[in-house]
């Protein structure tokens, strides 16, 4: 829906299911229809395959105080062509996620669906292959790549703004190309890599701060399983992520990561056994016959730090 700043007058995109936005040019919100003066909404939430975006939220109303109000949620489910995943709805709702971003404003962009690869083609990429995800209509349209979510959601993040992403979907370690990504082996031992591009090209914000936790590395693909959870159909990764932070496990963002990889980690010994076992267990956490999990949560960000020392908050 296009508008213009009840202020300045300057044009404006409203993305489906917001009745509030902030103008980026004086800062002003324009409040429309019937709305009820909720706060601009700061949580953005996607689900192309499941019913993730049940749980996630759950999360953050119960345990971050983030109203209801707040949260922008796009479903295959939805009949409203405005509030599904589609390619252009996505673009729109990611750009009203960071417009207008204030000192002290948080972030928070959650994606569980379909995720894969394409071959780079600007050459900002170590391995040679950019990340993606598929809105619902990427067979027509076509997917949305890293650089393009870095371009939108990332670089746009000014000082005092700090984005947390959550994206549960195949191929996502690098998913937003942020400049650093923790590797950290089984015994929670860790280093930061250095994924800036060797052309030089800027990844990281214009003072902000963006931290991503994805399901699993560049080349590896994800579960999506009802083992875990027992109650739902839901991404490993996502329902990982909600046990930690019950479970009291989220107290830094080491212990939130090492929490998350033992919880797929131990569901995949609990499976192990027999030749149907084996196959159940391969399709539910990402095991190959040779015993290898292939799903491993990964953490990225714009600048390294001691993720034993620094809190989790969102």
């Excluded at 700061?42 to 975006?53: A, E, I, P, R, V």
């Excluded at 989220?250 to 084996?278: F, W």
Aim: charged letters at 20%; glycine letters at 8%; proline letters at 6%.
């Amino acid at each position: 829906m296009s508008l213009n700043c009840s202020n300045c007058s300057s044009p404006m995109q409203l993305p489906p299911g917001a009745n509030s936005i902030c103008c980026a040019i004086c800062h002003a919100t324009t409040l429309v229809a019937d709305s009820r003066s909720a706060p601009p909404p700061l949580t953005l939430s996607y689900s192309t395959s499941g019913q993730d975006h049940h749980d996630h939220p759950h999360i953050i109303l119960l345990r971050f105080n983030f109203p209801e109000s707040s949260i922008i949620v796009l479903t295959e489910e939805e009949t409203d062509p405005f509030r599904r995943p589609t390619k252009s709805n996505m673009r729109l709702a990611l750009s009203w996620l960071v417009q207008g971003c204030q000192p002290g404003d948080s972030l928070v962009f959650h994606f569980s669906g379909h995720g894969s690869q394409k071959k780079d083609q600007n050459g900002d990429e170590l391995d040679g292959y950019d990340e993606t995800l598929c809105p619902t209509d990427f067979e027509t349209q076509g997917m949305i790549v890293d650089d393009e979510i870095n371009e939108i959601i990332v670089k746009p993040l000014s000082h005092g703004v700090k984005l947390h992403a959550i994206i549960d979907a195949c191929h996502s370690g690098t998913v937003l190309d942020l400049p650093f990504l923790c590797r950290m082996d089984r015994s929670g031992k860790y280093v930061w890599e250095d994924h800036r591009p060797r052309s030089g090209e800027w990844k990281g914000t214009s003072g902000g701060e963006a931290i991503s936790f994805s399901s699993c590395d560049d080349d590896q693909t994800s579960a999506d399983t009802s083992a875990l959870s027992k109650i739902t159909s839901t991404g490993a990764m996502t329902y990982s992520f909600i046990l930690a932070i019950e479970l009291g496990h989220a107290t830094t963002y080491g212990s939130l990561l090492n929490a998350m990889r033992s919880t797929i980690r131990d569901k995949t010994n609990e499976l192990r056994g027999g030749v149907i076992t084996s196959l159940i267990s391969m399709f539910l956490t990402g095991r190959t016959f040779s015993g290898e999990v292939t799903q491993e949560p990964q953490l990225t960000a714009t600048e390294p730090f001691d993720v034993y020392s620094k809190p989790f908050s969102l």
